[in-house]
């Protein structure tokens, strides 16, 4: 976990700007993504993001916190991680240049587990510095309806809550602000 700090964007604008009142966000979401090697709910994670952003002002986009975390897929598979022969022939036909990215980043691979500490810690960051109890005002979305509940499964797997409720997360591409 010491190299977590490594995997944390510099934004332009912090947890703490956002907690001292500097920076107020009117509509706060979360767009969270993973690449995975399976579609299966305990499908294999290769990449975790979180991207917080303003619905209100999208130009906020890669100016707030955001977290990119890759993750090592042996320890996946040992904890009956699955993973999908068609989906490896996917990646090695359709996205050569994302899996030689995450190829390259080998050094940065955690272990779900550490990965799901720092997913928790981020979304504690992110919910202490909105003063929220539960979430309940954070716009999650994806893309899709498979990636929030592979990461809850492996958040469920290391011992985490789950970052949101299942019904909270809308599939962006159906989103209006």
């Not at 997913?119 to 999650?140: G, M, P």
């Not at 970052?163 to 809308?170: D, E, G, L, P, S």
């Amino acid at each position: 976990m010491n190299n977590i700090h490594m995997l944390v964007n510099s934004p332009i604008i912090t947890f703490a700007d956002i907690a001292s009142g500097k920076v107020t966000l009117k509509k706060p979401g979360v767009s969270l993504d993973v690449e995975n090697l399976s579609l299966e709910k305990n499908g294999v994670l290769l990449e975790v993001g979180l991207v917080l952003f303003d619905l209100a002002d999208l130009s906020s986009v890669g100016r707030l916190p955001m977290l990119n975390l890759f993750l090592d897929t042996n320890d996946q598979i040992l904890s009956s991680g699955h993973v999908d022969p068609e989906t490896i022939k996917w990646w090695r036909q359709e996205r050569i240049a994302a899996a030689y990215r995450w190829q390259q980043n080998a050094a940065e691979r955690l272990p779900y587990k550490d990965a799901a500490s720092a997913i928790s810690a981020w979304v504690n960051q992110l919910t202490s510095a909105l003063e929220l109890a539960d979430h309940k005002d954070i716009y999650w979305v994806a893309r899709g309806e498979k990636d929030y509940p592979q990461l809850e499964y492996w958040m469920l797997q290391a011992g985490f809550d789950p970052i949101c409720k299942f019904n909270r997360v809308q599939d962006v591409r159906s989103m209006t602000a």
